[in-house]
């Protein structure tokens, strides 16, 4: 799946798909931004139009 365009999809598809990607793959959001070659700030402002912010003691976005 191609990540690195972050606005193209729907962000509740996107937290679905990030939050699963973090949950079964990688280890933290740099590590998902390594993996896919995405810019983690701009994932992060997309999740954050619908309030969500990583919280990395979940390893997960969460809603604020």
Do not use: W
């Not at 799946?1 to 937290?15: E, G, K, R, S, Y």
């Not at 995405?38 to 604020?64: C, H, W």
Request: negative net charge.
């Amino acid at each position: 799946m191609d990540l690195t365009n972050c606005h193209a999809f729907d962000p509740n598809i996107l937290l679905g798909i990030v939050n699963e990607k973090l949950r079964l793959e990688c280890t933290d959001v740099g590590d998902l931004s390594s993996c896919y070659d995405m810019n983690a700030e701009s994932v992060s402002n997309r999740l954050a139009e619908i309030g969500y912010q990583y919280d990395p003691l979940t390893n997960q976005f969460k809603a604020r």
